[in-house]
């Protein structure tokens, strides 16, 4: 009997000279007009960002399936932080109940709803509103680069915030709504007594 092997999670790239920058503050209106670059496989660009999450972010560094990834910029060109988006979780019962979905429409409409997997303003960056700045102006664009790159558009955007870790409080500034919360169950917990952190679930409905 063939062995079942775990894919094996693709090596993050590193910046072997890297120096982690000084504490930086501005004021929003300073380091506009905020860019969202995005970022392509291959690209210097793609490096950093990728080495940032592994590095700075909790989760770390993941990309599977579907996805697409900003660096957010400064006007000057100083990178702030970074933002990846993948496929929706497969079920969510408060996702699902708050968009009213029965389990036809969930396997209809669930390609249109993208998770904001990892979000990242950089340790060293101080910048009051940067993140639900960045969260809305990824809001307005997303729905044509996915088309772009997938051949198809978005209706929602989803993700689960950790209440243990963070209270959500940029996606409320950015107007997304709290749909409810997670059981505290890992989907790979087939006999539910394996607890994780509860988690806050949030949604934005893009323009059409």
């Known amino acids: 009997m063939q062995a079942n092997k775990r894919r094996a999670k693709p090596t993050a790239p590193t910046l072997p000279d890297w120096v982690e920058p000084a504490t930086w503050t501005a ?3 300073l380091v506009a007009p905020v ?3 995005r970022v392509e496989a291959g690209t210097a660009e793609q490096t950093r960002w990728a080495f940032y999450l592994e590095r700075y972010h909790y989760l770390g560094w993941r990309v599977v399936g579907e996805n697409l990834g900003y660096l957010i910029r400064a006007a000057d060109g100083r990178e702030l932080g970074c933002l990846l988006f993948g496929a929706a979780a497969w079920r969510c019962g408060a996702r699902d109940r708050w968009l009213g979905w029965d389990e036809a429409t969930r396997r209809r409409d669930l390609p249109r709803v993208v998770n904001n997997t ?5 340790p060293w960056v101080r910048v009051p509103h940067l993140a639900s700045h960045a969260l809305g102006r990824v809001a307005r664009r997303i729905g044509a680069d996915w088309r772009i ?3 198809h558009g978005l209706g929602w955007l989803e993700t ?3 209440t243990e870790r963070f209270a959500g409080t940029c996606y409320r500034a950015a107007n997304w709504k709290l749909a409810g919360f997670t059981q505290g169950r890992s989907r790979q917990d087939r006999h539910h007594r394996l607890k994780v952190p509860r988690k806050a679930v949030w949604l934005y409905r893009l323009p059409t």
């Open 27 to 29: 004021s929003l209106a």
């Open 35 to 37: 860019e969202l670059l």
């Open 118 to 122: 990892r979000f990242l303003i950089l």
């Open 149 to 151: 790159k997938y051949g």
């Open 160 to 162: 689960f915030v950790d």
